[in-house]
C-alpha cells in the first residue's frame, strides 16, 4: 500500500501524487467501504482522481529508482526498436507500448519514432501526425517519471533523455 506523498505512476494520468486514501461512499459511487487512494496528477494540480486500492484494470506501480532509470539510459543503444508495419499494425503497436506502464516501452517507442521522423526528414518527407502525436507523449511520460526520480526540472529531464538518444 502506498503513503501519503508517494510519488506513484497511474495509468494514463502519468506520475501522481498520493494525497491520502479514504472510504468511498455513495456520494462517490461504486462499491461503498471501499478504500480508494486519492492521487493528484502532477502535470494538473487542480485534478483529483479517486481509485480502489485495490484497482486491477488500471496500472498502478512504484516509480522506477534513479539507478533503474540511469541504466534505462545507459541501454538505450541496445533497446531494440518496434518492427515496421503496416501503418495501422504500428499505431497498434505504439498504441500498446505508450499503455504499457513501462519506461523501458517508452523508451522503445521513442528510439523507434526517432529513427524514423529522422529517416523521414532525411529523404524530405512530413513527420506523420500519428509519429508526431506518439513521439510527444511517450517523451512526456519519460520525462515527467525521470524529472520526479532524478528531482530534475522538465528541461532538464528531457535535455538528459534527448542527449541519450543523441549518443547512441
Known amino acids: 500500500m502506498y503513503s501519503i506523498g508517494d510519488y506513484i505512476s497511474y495509468g494514463n494520468s502519468g506520475v501522481c501524487e498520493v494525497?491520502?486514501?479514504?472510504?468511498?461512499?455513495?456520494?462517490?459511487?461504486?462499491?461503498?467501504?471501499?478504500?480508494?487512494?486519492?492521487?493528484?496528477?502532477?502535470?494538473?494540480?487542480?485534478?483529483?482522481?479517486?481509485?480502489p486500492v485495490d484497482n486491477q484494470k488500471?496500472?498502478?506501480?512504484?516509480?522506477?529508482?534513479?539507478?533503474?532509470?540511469?541504466?534505462?539510459?545507459?541501454?538505450?543503444?541496445?533497446?531494440?526498436?518496434?518492427?515496421e508495419q503496416s501503418a495501422r499494425q504500428q499505431e497498434i503497436s505504439y498504441s500498446k507500448a505508450l499503455h504499457s506502464g513501462s519506461c523501458r516501452e517508452w523508451l522503445c517507442l521513442v528510439k523507434t519514432l526517432n529513427q524514423r521522423i529522422k529517416t523521414r526528414k532525411l529523404k524530405g518527407k512530413k513527420v506523420t501526425a500519428t509519429d508526431d502525436r506518439y513521439f510527444k507523449a511517450a517523451t512526456e511520460k519519460l520525462v515527467e517519471e525521470f524529472s520526479v526520480v532524478l528531482d530534475l526540472d522538465a528541461g532538464e529531464a528531457k535535455d538528459l533523455l534527448m542527449d541519450a538518444f543523441a549518443a547512441e
Open 19 to 51: 494525497m491520502g486514501t479514504e472510504l468511498m461512499d455513495s456520494s462517490t459511487g461504486g462499491s461503498v467501504g471501499r478504500q480508494c487512494y486519492i492521487l493528484r496528477p502532477l502535470h494538473d494540480q487542480s485534478c483529483k482522481i479517486m481509485t
Open 58 to 83: 488500471v496500472i498502478m506501480r512504484d516509480l522506477i529508482s534513479p539507478e533503474e532509470t540511469k541504466q534505462l539510459l545507459e541501454d538505450i543503444p541496445q533497446i531494440e526498436t518496434l518492427p
